[in-house]
């Protein structure tokens, strides 16, 4: 397999996480009225190809153990774990986007990536204690103030404004309903516990044959895609926004809106590629899984640009609105910055 020999190259891939990562939900949006839940069957087979492709390529090529070889002699509790992580990702990115279908990518993402980059620094350092203690807690406060600054613009901007007429009228934007918000943070609470198990996976010691970050990929793809045809079956049933959906409704879309699907899940996926690679580096290169998984969700920073400025999720918001969102940005982005020098501070 093919993995990054210095640290450039490593902070490279990271880099393009994030903007895989921040930038995937577009398609769902370019969309149109497509449902999350039936957008999300394509979604779920482009993670899929996306991980085989990989792994029959770089995860076969080099000097190191190919992707083939590794299989075979991985553990099967390694191999579970990362086939669980993509079962427990799946959940919290089906809530994510369905908090997008209600609240927009402006809020969805702040809140839902925000929380789970907390919980996943955490328990990510517990695991692999790469990086000064003080900094990334420091860097964690700064992201739970950005979380709680856009929950308020997103209430203040959500709250009705008196009409001329003397009567109050909705705000244009994200709906008005708290429901956005619950689904951002149970996404969230998920969403952070999914890279600890792909650490998991990856094992350790002369002991336990872990897995490469390929065939990680590669299971985790296939719990995303096994698991969306089980816990949709809720979502079409009792669905979080509309009327009830069929699985056979999934072939009244055009063909635009199934191709957007697929290419939303390649998306994501090469960033969750490029991020497992960068984790894995030889130590000499490495930054460590926690500053992995921290800078990668800096992709919320990316979704918050394109829904604030692309999509124009807050238009005529307020001036106190919009010096919350500002205030959210610039509190996000010191935190991701404090987390991302923690390494060099250890």
């Given at each position: 397999m093919i993995l990054p020999a210095t640290y450039n190259s490593a902070l490279l891939l990271i880099i393009l996480s994030m903007i895989c990562w921040g930038s995937w939900a577009n398609t769902f949006k370019l969309s149109g009225k497509w449902r999350f839940e039936l957008f999300y069957y394509d979604y779920s087979l482009g993670v899929l190809l996306a991980a085989i492709v990989a792994a029959y390529t770089f995860g076969s090529m080099g000097a190191d153990l190919s992707f083939s070889d590794n299989l075979l002699i991985a553990l099967r509790r390694n191999m579970a774990y990362a086939a669980v992580a993509g079962v427990v990702f799946n959940l919290a990115n089906m809530l994510l986007v369905a908090a997008i279908s209600v609240a927009g990518m402006a809020v969805a993402?702040?809140?839902g990536i925000g929380l789970a980059l907390v919980v996943g620094v955490v328990w990510n350092y517990r695991l692999n204690s790469q990086g000064n203690p003080t900094l990334l807690a420091a860097g964690v406060v700064l992201v739970v103030c950005a979380i709680i600054v856009d929950a308020w613009a997103y209430s203040a901007h959500a709250r009705p404004v008196a009409a001329k007429a003397g009567k109050a009228s909705p705000r244009k934007g994200p709906g008005t309903s708290p429901k956005g918000i619950t689904l951002s943070l149970i996404?969230?609470?998920?969403m952070g516990s999914f890279y600890p198990l792909v650490e998991m996976a990856k094992g350790g010691g002369p002991d336990n044959a872990g897995l490469g970050p390929y065939a990680v990929a590669f299971?985790?793809?296939?719990?995303?895609?096994?698991?969306?045809f089980i816990f949709n079956l809720y979502f079409l049933n009792l669905p979080v926004q509309g009327q009830s959906l069929s699985m056979f409704d999934y072939f009244k879309?055009?063909?635009?809106?199934?191709?957007l699907g697929i290419l939303g899940g390649l998306i994501w996926c090469i960033g969750?590629?490029?991020n497992f690679v960068a984790a894995s580096s030889p130590k000499t290169v490495q930054?460590?899984?926690a500053i992995s998984y921290a800078v990668g969700q800096g992709a919320t920073m990316v979704?918050?640009?394109?829904g604030l400025l692309v999509w124009k999720e807050f238009a005529g918001a307020s001036g106190k609105v919009r010096?919350?969102?500002a205030l959210m940005l610039i509190l996000f982005l010191a935190g991701l910055i404090i987390v991302s020098i923690a390494p060099l501070y250890a």
């Open positions: 993402f702040p809140i996404s969230g609470l998920l299971l985790f793809a296939v719990g995303v895609f096994l698991s969306t879309g055009s063909l635009k809106q199934h191709t969750a590629i490029a930054v460590g899984p979704s918050a640009l394109w010096v919350l969102l």
